[in-house]
């Protein structure tokens, strides 16, 4: 079965620091989505992203986070400048479309210290 | 806003038991409600779906219920067994043109069910 892969499944930075999650989505899948979960919290939606550009951000989606899709396989979180409540798991998903049930990666756990 | 309140936050069965999850939205533009589980330290799965034309689905010991009307919607495990404990989140979401696929989860229930 297809599956969504990220990496690094666990980075530790310092505050301040910037950081790039990524995702490689399921080949065919048109809609890609970065979730957050604080430890021991609900799923959070963060963006987004179809046709090259965002479609939808949270309040949580501010100016120091940013998503791409470099090279048409790859798909990116970046975090300009970490805070200490950055620290999460994040979670990367895709779809074929909006009304399918989406197919989450394993998560990269950040901890910022 | 958009919101999904999930109950109970706790839920503790025998095994054997049935366990029942219950969801209420905001949004009465939702049209599909995804069931996930996720143990710990691993992604969320998606384990049943409904959606807003169809009023309960059932897959083996798992079923769903939808209630438009009352934006209530319930997950039902029957015949627990230790290896359903595990966090299980409901979630909303529209769907269709225009739409982003965007899903609302609820807090999540952690459900232990003792052999």
């Known amino acids: 079965e297809p599956e969504v892969t990220q990496t690094p499944s666990h980075q530790v930075t310092q505050m301040g620091q910037e950081v790039i999650l990524r995702c490689v989505p399921i080949?065919?899948?048109?809609?890609f989505y970065w979730y957050r979960q604080i430890l021991g919290q609900k799923v959070e939606f963060l963006v987004s992203f179809y046709n090259n550009e965002i479609s939808e951000k949270s309040e949580i989606f501010d100016d120091q986070f940013s998503v791409e899709r470099p090279d048409g396989s790859n798909f990116t979180l970046k975090i300009r400048s970490t805070k200490l409540e950055d620290s999460a798991m994040y979670f990367c998903a895709s779809s074929l479309l909006t009304g399918d049930g989406y197919t989450f990666g394993s998560g990269t756990r950040l901890t910022v210290v | 806003g958009e919101n999904v309140e999930q109950h109970p936050s706790t839920l503790s069965v025998q095994e054997g038991d049935s366990a029942v999850i219950k969801c209420t939205y905001s949004?009465?533009?939702?049209?599909?409600f995804p069931w996930y589980k996720q143990e710990l330290g691993k992604r969320p799965q998606l384990i049943i779906d409904i959606r807003s034309n169809v009023g309960e689905k059932k897959d083996q010991r798992i079923a769903v219920t939808l209630n438009k009307t009352a934006k209530h919607f319930s997950l039902h495990i029957t015949e627990t067994q230790p290896e359903d404990s595990a966090v299980y989140f409901c979630a909303a979401r529209r769907t269709g043109s225009g739409n982003t696929g965007k899903l609302i989860f609820g807090q999540g229930t952690t459900l232990q069910v003792k052999p």
């Open positions: 080949s065919n899948h048109l809609y």
């Open positions: 949004d009465s533009a939702s049209n599909y």
